[in-house]
């Protein structure tokens, strides 16, 4: 039987954490990473071995505490294939997500994407639990996260349901917050906002920040680091990798490791929602890359320079135009934006003016 950790190591463990996370910084949200256990919300985790085999590791376990308060994030759930269904995020993504929301004391917060309930706690620790509303769309994490809560000396508001709904009898909103991958902001949420309200949110491989100017209407930019949150759950097509293969060749100057390295970014928000895989040789090199989304849109490229690519629609056409508009280098996550109007949502680089990628409307 694990023995359950030592308070006072978790507490230093804690404080060291915090003070790595801010690294001089002085951001008032360091104090809330210095008082909130984390350990309380991920008792247990799963960490992949050398081989790509998932174990688990709990409260009690050799190194279990030190895994809890290092900057990385924690997959808390996964489904019956071993595909990561929830997780506690990288602390300091989520230090840097709550710097850019700006949220004070009296301020009234929705969080779409409840998950372990640690970042609920994070804001509660600072707003103020009246302050804070949290959504998430699995029940049984909700209540889990709910006792986790209440045990930390939390009680925001929290239930199960459509996190892109909002909950409209407890707006309008100060700040608000996702913690899932969305592909746009959710117009609901847009509606429950006031003017001047900060939205900070996870789209393609990056984190949005957009303030609300009116009815409908929100523009920014992204933050400068690079993230991937988990998407919200819905049903998506296989890749068809054997159907692929039967297309006729065609022939692409673009490098195949630009898909998974240097377009990485741009192409997550012109083809959002968008999956990848590689094939490498035994010195690792790229030898092929595949794309598909959800409608079962598939193409593959290999390093010769041949692609192959079906379904509705043509995704390595894609990749050949973000080649053409970034020729040189890999273009920064804060160069890039995103208006918001009653019509549709765009994202652009550059200024409002520059090259531009419609946001979908579903």
């Known amino acids: ?20 996370l801010d690294d001089g910084q002085r951001s008032k ?3 809330a990473f210095a008082t909130v256990p984390r350990e309380l919300f991920v008792p247990r985790f799963h960490q992949q071995d050398d081989k790509g085999q998932w174990f688990a590791l709990s409260d009690g376990d050799p190194g279990y505490l030190e895994t809890v308060y290092s900057d990385i994030a924690l997959t808390t759930q996964l489904d019956e294939h071993g595909i990561p269904t929830s997780s506690s995020s990288e602390p300091r993504l989520m230090l840097a997500m709550l710097d850019a929301l700006g949220a004070e004391p009296g301020d009234r917060l929705y969080e779409l994407g409840l998950g372990t309930g640690y970042n609920a706690a994070l804001i509660s620790s600072v707003l103020g639990d009246d302050s804070v509303v949290s959504v998430d769309v699995d029940p049984g994490l909700v209540l889990l996260a709910q006792g986790r809560l209440a045990a ?16 409209p009898e407890r707006a309008p909103y100060d700040r608000i917050i996702a913690t899932a991958g969305l592909r746009r902001v959710p117009p609901a949420l847009l509606s429950q906002a006031r003017v001047g309200t900060v939205i900070v949110a996870p789209i393609g491989y990056g984190i949005a920040r957009v303030v609300v100017s009116g009815d409908g209407e929100a523009s920014g930019r992204f933050l400068s680091m690079p993230a991937f949150f988990m998407r919200r759950r819905g049903p998506a097509l296989n ?11 065609e022939t692409t100057a673009v490098p195949v490791s630009d898909v998974i390295d240097r377009l990485r970014f741009p192409l997550s928000l ?42 509705p629609e043509r995704l390595w056409d894609t990749v050949e135009h973000l080649a053409s508009v970034f020729r040189d280098g890999t273009p920064a996550h804060e160069d890039f934006g995103l208006t918001i109007t009653p019509d549709g949502q765009r994202f652009w680089y550059g200024d409002p003016k520059g090259p531009c990628w419609p946001a979908p409307t579903d």
Do not use: K
């Open 270 to 311: 012109a083809l959002p929602g968008y999956n990848s895989c590689s094939w490498r040789d035994a010195t690792g090199r790229v030898t092929g890359v595949g794309l598909w989304t959800e409608d079962g849109s598939t193409a593959t490229a290999h390093a010769t320079g041949t692609v192959r690519q079906i379904g």
């Open 152 to 167: 930390a000396g939390y009680r925001p508001f929290v239930l199960a349901g459509n996190g892109t709904e909002g909950v």
């Open 1 to 20: 039987m694990n023995e359950p950790h030592d308070l006072t190591s978790a507490a230093t463990l804690r404080a060291e954490f915090a003070a790595a």
């Open 29 to 31: 949200w360091a104090a």
């Open 239 to 249: 890749p068809d990798f054997p159907g692929v293969e039967t297309a006729v060749g």
